[in-house]
Protein backbone atom coordinates (compact mmCIF):
# COMPACT_ATOMS: atom_id res chain seq x y z
CA UNK A 1 0.00 0.00 0.00
CA UNK A 2 1.06 3.39 -0.62
CA UNK A 3 2.15 6.23 1.98
CA UNK A 4 0.65 9.33 1.63
CA UNK A 5 2.03 11.95 3.53
CA UNK A 6 1.57 16.24 3.47
CA UNK A 7 3.87 18.56 4.62
CA UNK A 8 3.07 22.65 5.33
CA UNK A 9 5.85 25.21 3.32
CA UNK A 10 6.08 28.30 4.27
CA UNK A 11 6.91 29.99 0.78
CA UNK A 12 7.28 33.93 -0.54
CA UNK A 13 4.28 32.97 -2.20
CA UNK A 14 1.93 32.02 0.49
CA UNK A 15 1.55 28.23 2.38
CA UNK A 16 2.09 25.80 0.38
CA UNK A 17 0.73 22.25 1.43
CA UNK A 18 2.97 19.39 -0.27
CA UNK A 19 1.24 16.35 -0.70
CA UNK A 20 3.43 12.85 -1.92
CA UNK A 21 2.65 9.61 -2.19
CA UNK A 22 5.57 7.45 -1.49
CA UNK A 23 8.64 9.81 -2.48
CA UNK A 24 6.99 11.41 -5.25
CA UNK A 25 4.99 14.73 -5.28
CA UNK A 26 1.29 13.99 -6.01
CA UNK A 27 0.41 17.63 -5.29
CA UNK A 28 1.68 21.23 -4.69
CA UNK A 29 -1.03 23.70 -3.24
CA UNK A 30 -0.16 26.96 -3.00
CA UNK A 31 -3.26 27.12 0.16
CA UNK A 32 -4.45 30.31 -1.10
CA UNK A 33 -7.25 29.87 1.20
CA UNK A 34 -5.55 27.99 4.55
CA UNK A 35 -3.88 24.68 4.89
CA UNK A 36 -6.90 22.94 6.56
CA UNK A 37 -8.86 23.63 3.02
CA UNK A 38 -5.84 22.44 0.95
CA UNK A 39 -5.54 18.95 3.40
CA UNK A 40 -9.63 18.23 2.72
CA UNK A 41 -9.18 19.01 -0.79
CA UNK A 42 -6.41 16.73 -1.60
CA UNK A 43 -8.13 14.13 0.82
CA UNK A 44 -11.05 14.18 -1.64
CA UNK A 45 -9.23 13.95 -4.23
CA UNK A 46 -7.32 10.95 -3.37
CA UNK A 47 -9.92 9.13 -0.98
CA UNK A 48 -7.17 8.99 1.77
CA UNK A 49 -6.42 11.59 4.36
CA UNK A 50 -2.18 12.54 4.05
CA UNK A 51 -0.71 11.71 6.99
CA UNK A 52 0.98 14.81 8.51
CA UNK A 53 4.89 13.99 7.76
CA UNK A 54 7.57 16.34 7.22
CA UNK A 55 9.73 13.34 6.55
CA UNK A 56 9.16 13.09 3.05
CA UNK A 57 8.43 16.49 1.68
CA UNK A 58 12.22 17.58 2.42
CA UNK A 59 13.65 16.98 -0.67
CA UNK A 60 10.49 19.16 -1.96
CA UNK A 61 10.92 21.89 0.12
CA UNK A 62 14.78 22.09 -0.02
CA UNK A 63 14.43 22.48 -3.84
CA UNK A 64 11.73 25.05 -3.64
CA UNK A 65 14.14 26.99 -0.76
CA UNK A 66 16.86 26.90 -3.50
CA UNK A 67 14.40 28.01 -6.17
CA UNK A 68 13.03 30.86 -4.13
CA UNK A 69 16.73 32.08 -3.64
CA UNK A 70 17.41 32.30 -7.10
CA UNK A 71 19.88 29.40 -6.61
CA UNK A 72 17.55 26.59 -8.77
CA UNK A 73 16.70 27.06 -12.31
CA UNK A 74 14.76 23.65 -13.12
CA UNK A 75 13.21 21.25 -10.36
CA UNK A 76 14.55 17.17 -10.02
CA UNK A 77 11.81 15.49 -8.70
CA UNK A 78 9.73 12.31 -9.03
CA UNK A 79 6.00 13.37 -9.99
CA UNK A 80 2.84 11.30 -9.57
CA UNK A 81 0.28 12.26 -12.17
CA UNK A 82 -2.65 10.53 -11.06
CA UNK A 83 -4.46 13.33 -10.89
CA UNK A 84 -3.47 14.53 -14.70
CA UNK A 85 -5.61 13.09 -17.56
CA UNK A 86 -5.77 13.47 -20.78
CA UNK A 87 -4.60 16.52 -22.74
CA UNK A 88 -3.88 18.18 -19.53
CA UNK A 89 -0.94 16.13 -18.62
CA UNK A 90 0.65 16.85 -22.47
CA UNK A 91 -0.01 20.82 -21.85
CA UNK A 92 1.81 20.21 -18.31
CA UNK A 93 4.66 18.58 -20.18
CA UNK A 94 4.72 21.16 -22.75
CA UNK A 95 5.17 23.85 -20.01
CA UNK A 96 8.45 21.38 -18.37
CA UNK A 97 9.78 22.77 -22.05
CA UNK A 98 9.29 26.80 -21.35
CA UNK A 99 12.82 27.86 -20.29
CA UNK A 100 13.98 29.49 -16.70
CA UNK A 101 13.21 33.59 -16.64
CA UNK A 102 11.01 33.18 -20.07
CA UNK A 103 7.73 32.58 -21.36
CA UNK A 104 5.37 31.01 -23.72
CA UNK A 105 1.75 32.34 -24.53
CA UNK A 106 -0.73 29.33 -24.06
CA UNK A 107 -1.19 29.21 -28.36
CA UNK A 108 2.69 27.94 -28.09
CA UNK A 109 2.51 25.78 -25.64
CA UNK A 110 -0.52 24.07 -27.36
CA UNK A 111 1.29 23.46 -30.31
CA UNK A 112 4.61 22.24 -28.27
CA UNK A 113 1.62 19.74 -27.02
CA UNK A 114 0.59 18.74 -30.01
CA UNK A 115 -2.73 20.48 -30.80
CA UNK A 116 -2.54 23.89 -32.14
CA UNK A 117 -5.85 24.88 -31.64
CA UNK A 118 -6.33 24.17 -27.80
CA UNK A 119 -5.30 27.39 -26.50
CA UNK A 120 -7.94 27.28 -23.85
CA UNK A 121 -7.42 24.33 -23.24
CA UNK A 122 -3.89 25.07 -21.95
CA UNK A 123 -5.12 27.36 -19.79
CA UNK A 124 -7.80 24.88 -18.32
CA UNK A 125 -4.62 22.93 -17.27
CA UNK A 126 -2.53 25.42 -16.40
CA UNK A 127 -5.46 26.45 -14.03
CA UNK A 128 -5.98 22.68 -12.77
CA UNK A 129 -2.42 21.83 -12.21
CA UNK A 130 -1.47 19.84 -9.24
CA UNK A 131 1.91 20.91 -9.55
CA UNK A 132 2.24 24.75 -9.10
CA UNK A 133 5.63 26.46 -9.21
CA UNK A 134 7.41 23.29 -9.88
CA UNK A 135 5.72 22.50 -13.22
CA UNK A 136 6.05 26.27 -14.15
CA UNK A 137 2.52 27.18 -15.74
CA UNK A 138 3.21 30.68 -14.50
CA UNK A 139 5.41 30.98 -17.66
CA UNK A 140 2.34 30.62 -19.96
CA UNK A 141 1.16 34.38 -20.64
CA UNK A 142 -1.66 35.02 -22.92
CA UNK A 143 -0.70 36.09 -26.57
CA UNK A 144 -0.64 39.87 -25.88
CA UNK A 145 1.77 39.16 -23.07
CA UNK A 146 -0.26 39.90 -20.20
CA UNK A 147 0.27 37.47 -17.59
CA UNK A 148 -3.51 36.41 -17.44
CA UNK A 149 -5.33 35.80 -13.78
CA UNK A 150 -3.14 32.67 -12.55
CA UNK A 151 -6.62 31.00 -10.35
CA UNK A 152 -7.16 34.54 -9.35
CA UNK A 153 -3.66 35.14 -8.12
CA UNK A 154 -1.49 36.71 -10.88
CA UNK A 155 0.57 38.39 -7.86
CA UNK A 156 2.03 35.35 -7.14
CA UNK A 157 2.26 34.74 -10.55
CA UNK A 158 4.00 38.21 -11.53
CA UNK A 159 6.38 36.92 -8.41
CA UNK A 160 7.32 33.72 -9.50
CA UNK A 161 8.33 35.43 -12.78
CA UNK A 162 10.46 37.89 -10.70
CA UNK A 163 12.23 35.37 -9.39
CA UNK A 164 13.30 33.98 -12.19
CA UNK A 165 13.71 37.58 -14.62
CA UNK A 166 11.29 36.67 -17.22
CA UNK A 167 9.83 40.41 -16.59
CA UNK A 168 11.80 43.23 -17.92
CA UNK A 169 11.11 46.23 -19.02
CA UNK A 170 8.10 47.89 -21.17
CA UNK A 171 7.64 45.09 -23.10
CA UNK A 172 7.43 43.17 -20.16
CA UNK A 173 8.16 39.16 -21.48
CA UNK A 174 9.98 37.08 -23.52
CA UNK A 175 8.47 34.72 -25.36
CA UNK A 176 10.10 31.04 -26.34
CA UNK A 177 10.94 30.55 -30.53
Sequence with gaps: ??????????????????????????????????????????????????DPDPGPGLAVARQLDEYFDGARRAFDLALDWRLVRGFTRAALEACLEIPYGETASYGE????????????????????????????????????GSLGEYGGHPEVKRRLLDIEGALGGAAGLRAVG
Design 1 to 50: MNRVTSTAYDSPVGPVLLTLIDEALVRLDVAHEGLDLARADIAGRLGVAP
Design 109 to 144: VAMMAGVPRAARAVGTACASSPFSIVVPVHRVVRAD
